[in-house]
């Protein structure tokens, strides 16, 4: 699903983020990343939705190499990636059922099949249906992250990446979301999920890929 | 759809406050191309009741005036004439004088000549009244002709001046509009910049992003225009209320601004919000 070949990032300034990273993660994996805080994970996901381009090495994402991928196509590539951030970054004024809908907009999905794809991933994500016309700002922090995984994977993608996603959670939230992830991952969905809590890693027992001052130091398997 | 329902959420003030200044730029150019559209239907108006005057030589008798006449009728282009003897022009000049100039009834009728005032079939250009001076001057018996041309020449380059100034003056205004509303999205689009990183980390095209803000533009820059038309037309109605009563034989068909000039003045206020928005979007994309 997604291929690292020497993957090399610096930031302007001389910020080296990534050296020489090498991965390969099959379709259907759960894959968490890890290490310290600047330790490149941020930028490793982000090099996977091309918001970051590699300086060197080549990135394959199912199976299309990425590394020189015309800027017009960039939209259609993150189309096929859902992604969940440590901030939700839900849209303040839009409701939680509008956030959701937002990647089937995108999309071009038909809007008479919109309103039931919408409802099976809030549901399954378990927000009452109550909430569906609340803005996010009336939501805890727990439901925040659920409309936002909700949104991740409402358009089906193959693959979802989650950087820090419980960063903001507090341990009975974080065990829920991890949770999730790990239901959504049995549905076949390919997973990455960057975080520097070690204990959530060696909970869920998944393989990790250890970050540390921009190198793979560690691909551990369970 | 989107576009309206964005359209809610944008703050108000900076918004209206472009909208208001849109409204005022448009306001100054329609007020401008109501001068001039008022201006040249005044003029289209004194063209149509041009008269030419022949004069004729003096000591013609009867049965010549009557070939001169003859002659005038036939000239193409003429719809019908009327001829003053001698005394009846010393008459209306008396008349006309009257008040101005007093002791002017003991004046030879002799020193009136016979004049014909002629009337057009149609109104004709400047060049047409020249054309037909000539040829009327050139039969026999004429001596003298006149058609006000050179007041008419006058009046004539004043307007093609002022049409050549509403341009210049609605470039400058479509220009300022222009740059209002890119001002004005440019706010909108700096409020929502989280939305659209939002948009783009989720697969949304620059298409998808920026097709709201060029509608919003758009209606923005229809309803800037539409604000300059009420405002245009209360001022035109306070105006209009207001002329001295020795003007209105002037203007005796003053009017609010043509269907042409409304719906260009639209179309120019949506092309501006078009622009503006476009020109938003350039500048954020950049």
Known sequence: ?222 | MRALRDLRKVRKGPYLFGLATIGMAFSLFSLFLLSVENLQRMLSLWQRGVEIVCYLEPGLDGSQIEEVLEAIRGTEGIAELHYLPPEKVKEQFLREMEGLLDGLEPLQEELFPPTVEVKLQSPLSLEGLRSLAQRLKAIQGVRDVQYGGSWLKRALDLMEFLKASTWAVGAVLFCVTLLISANTLKLVFYERKEEIEILRLMGATEGFIRTPFVIEGAIQGLLGALLALLLAGVLFGLIEGKMPPWLVPYLPEVRFLSVRSTLMLLGLGILSGILGGLLSCLEQGQ
């Open chain 1, 1 to 222: 699903m997604v291929r690292f070949f020497g993957v090399s990032k610096t930031y302007p300034g001389g910020v080296r983020a990534l050296e020489g990273i090498s991965f390969s993660i099959n379709k259907g994996e759960f894959v968490f990343v890890t290490g310290p805080s600047g330790a490149g994970k941020t930028t490793l996901l982000k090099l996977i939705i091309l918001a970051e381009r590699p300086d060197r090495g080549e990135i394959l994402l199912d199976g299309v190499n990425i590394t020189r991928l015309p800027r017009s196509r960039i939209p259609y590539l993150r189309r096929k990636v859902g992604f969940v951030f440590q901030d939700f970054k839900l849209v303040r004024d839009r409701t939680v059922f509008e956030n959701v809908a937002l990647p089937l907009e995108i999309a071009g999905f038909p809007l008479k099949r919109m309103r039931r794809r919408i409802e099976q991933a809030l549901r399954l994500v378990g927000i009452n249906p109550g909430l569906f016309g609340q803005f996010p700002q009336r939501l805890s922090g727990g439901e925040q992250q659920r409309v936002a995984i909700a949104r991740a994977l409402v358009s089906n993608p193959p693959l979802i990446i989650a950087d820090e996603p419980t960063g903001n959670l507090d341990p009975d939230l974080t065990l829920e979301v991890m949770d999730l992830f790990e239901k959504i991952n049995l549905a076949g969905t390919t997973l990455i999920v960057a975080t520097h809590d070690t204990s959530i890693v060696s909970r869920y027992r998944k393989r990790t890929l250890v970050l540390q001052k921009g190198r793979l130091v560690a691909d551990e398997s369970p």
